[in-house]
């Protein structure tokens, strides 16, 4: 007969306990963080080659005939290039009724190209808010030399010649598609869009046409005078040296834009916040309403900036952490239809889409936050989708010419 064993048998293990769950909809943290690492290791962004730099010269050599053809563009340029398309945030434009591009089917690698119609510097320009949404505002060629004057006046509206954002956007698209000829070029709101094919590789080109201003706009000075994350990190003449007016969606209004402050901001931000942000944009991208983009969402992630650690926004293991929570704080943005501009708190970005349009993206945020995994393996599939049309496309090795 077997021996009785000595004292009590040993106690199980504890179990380790589940604190990597999202209480909102079950979803393991761990696992949401590898989708959004595989997503962006399928989405590298922009690469370097020799074909990117042959399709940059190809771009500025166009932008050279164009500028000969009619002699509207300055003589002496200075472009402002931006990593990825608007679609991925790059700038505040409005494309009208969105025509997305899709990488892989249309594009390899996209960037944002900002081209100066007109430089302001040492000309004594006030800027006209009253009549304008905040946010925007128009601008008179009158304190411009005569000659200024008489080379846009085919693009000014009123007796205080105002420059028509609408019409120099026309006139830029007309322009380039002529200059580029053996180019796919299209007009999406008030954005160029021309794909440059250079070997096997396609390069999108978002051109858009801007007014660029020294110094900083009144209106903006509060925002300087307050307390931010990159206080210690970026020089102020890195932040507040410059700014543009984009081309709003019609008329003689333009839009504020401090795209070269963003630039530097973008380069301090932590990268699993950013790689957060790519991961919202593209569950989201498709579902953005007009007049509400990726650009809007980036606002939300310099929020986040400001008010949580770069200690914990750092860490490679927050980044689904970070994800979901842009996510909800795009929805109480939403629920009270206001989010405002990160450099003019004033502006409330949420006034253009309409009612209906604001409902419907919550739908849809909503059944994200439900299953996040589920919306991240799409995106992962889309992002292998368009991995196998770009083989495709090299294998065939032709390049497409718009209809």
């Not at 892989?104 to 040492?122: I, K």
């Not at 020089?235 to 795209?259: C, K, M, T």
């Not at 004033?346 to 299953?371: F, H, K, M």
């Amino acid at each position: 007969m077997a021996s009785p064993p000595d004292g009590p048998p040993p106690k199980p293990a504890p179990a380790k306990p589940l604190t990597d769950l999202d209480f909102h909809s079950g979803a393991r943290i761990e696992e949401l963080n590898q989708l959004i690492q595989e997503y962006h290791a399928r989405n590298p962004g922009v690469r370097e080659g020799p074909e990117l730099h042959q399709a940059k010269d190809r771009v500025f050599s166009l932008l050279g005939v164009v500028q000969n053809s009619d002699g509207k563009l300055p003589a002496v340029n200075r472009y402002l290039l931006l990593s990825g398309g608007v679609q991925q945030g790059t700038v505040n434009v409005d494309l009208g009724i969105p025509h997305h591009l899709s990488p892989g089917g249309d594009y390899d690698v996209d960037f944002t190209l900002l081209v100066p119609v007109l430089h302001a510097a040492g000309v004594p320009v006030t800027l006209d808010m009253k009549e304008s949404p905040p946010g925007h505002a128009q601008i008179s060629l009158r304190p411009f030399e005569p000659t200024t004057l008489h080379r846009w006046s085919d693009c000014c509206l009123g007796d205080e010649a105002y420059l028509s954002a609408e019409l120099v956007s026309a006139w830029f698209t007309r322009s380039f598609a002529a200059a580029a000829k053996d180019t796919r070029v299209e007009r999406r709101g008030c954005v160029t869009s021309a794909v440059v094919s250079v070997g096997h590789c396609r390069v999108l080109y978002d051109l858009v046409p801007v007014v660029a201003l020294k110094g900083w706009p009144e209106v903006a000075q509060p925002w300087l005078t307050q307390a931010h994350f990159w206080d210690g990190k970026l020089r102020d003449e890195d932040v507040a040296g410059g700014f543009y007016l984009l081309p709003a969606a019609s008329g003689a209004r333009w839009r504020l834009a401090f795209s070269t402050s963003e630039l530097h901001l973008r380069r301090i931000v932590p990268q699993p916040l950013l790689q957060a942000f790519q991961a919202a944009t593209a569950v989201l991208g498709r579902h953005l309403p007009e007049g509400f983009g990726p650009y809007h969402i980036f606002a939300l992630v310099l929020r986040a900036c400001e008010r949580l650690p770069a200690s914990y926004l750092g860490r490679e293991e927050n980044t689904a952490h970070a994800w979901l929570g842009l996510l909800d704080d795009l929805a109480a943005c939403l629920v009270h239809r206001r989010l405002p501009h990160y450099f003019l708190p004033q502006w409330n970005v949420l006034e253009g889409p309409s009612r209906r349009d604001i409902e419907r993206l919550a739908q849809e945020l909503a059944g994200v936050r439900a299953d996040p995994s589920k919306y991240l393996r799409q995106a992962v599939e889309r992002a292998k989708e368009a991995g196998r049309l770009a083989k495709a496309f090299r294998k065939q090795g032709f390049s497409p010419v718009a209809p």
